[in-house]
């Protein structure tokens, strides 16, 4: 169920808040370490939480990006900045899966060919499409350019099985809670339990081992979880220990 991350930002491993980037202004910062990406994928690696991801939050994040592969080739995702130019170096590199999101919209809209493109490149089951979206008059509609800009398409039950077919898995960052460890959004949880045709992963406002039980509750079991800065090993509360404790213990159950 928990899906770790590795969150990079001018070449070092941070937590922000996602939604304050932005190309005019530097972004709220709640955590900044020496400790390499390295230290982190051997860390998840250890544990063997497959299926996290890295993602480059802007330029500059290559090399970093390269050191958390290159620590567990096959056991993480990586996101940021995906196209066609580069998705194989990707996934030579390392990475299990390619995330991809702005690259396949345009004007607001699904570019269906330059989805298909991703789709041929690399194959279906090598590609994530990240959903994260925001709240508008009680539906959720899909953000991209670091949450900034919004697109007409809305997170629903169309939406989610006509993409699926291009996807191996969704990742949804609730982008309004991201970062604040203010609590889950449980609405945007429960419509992704009971819609999402395919594995998808829930990120946003994660900060207790209750929000961890409540997604597992709301989500119908079928959702994994991404927590950041809310973990004691990025300077938040919630021991990780515990949390990887408790995701084994939900499965197992499943």
Known sequence: MFRPCIDLHEGKVKQIIGGTLADD????????TQRSP???AR???????RGGHVILL????EDAAREALAAWPGGLQLGGGVTPR???????AGASHVIVTSYVFREGRIAWERLKE??????RERLVLDLSCRKRENRYYVVTDRWQKWTETEVNAQTLNRLAEYADEFLVHAADVEGKQQ???LDLVSLLGAQSPIPTTY????RSLDDIRAVWQAGKGRLSLTIGSALDIFGGPLPYGEVVALSRSLTSRA
Do not use: I
Request: glycine share 14%; net charge negative; no cysteine.
């Open 43 to 49: 860390l998840y690696r250890s544990d063997d939480l």
């Open 25 to 32: 202004a530097r972004p709220v910062t709640h955590f900044e």
């Open 58 to 61: 802007g330029p500059g994040n």
């Open 38 to 40: 390295a230290y982190y």
């Open 118 to 123: 991703l789709q041929n490149l690399v194959s």
């Open 203 to 206: 990120a946003g406002g994660g």
């Open 86 to 92: 580069n998705a194989l170096e990707w996934l030579d």
């Open 183 to 185: 609590g889950v959004d």
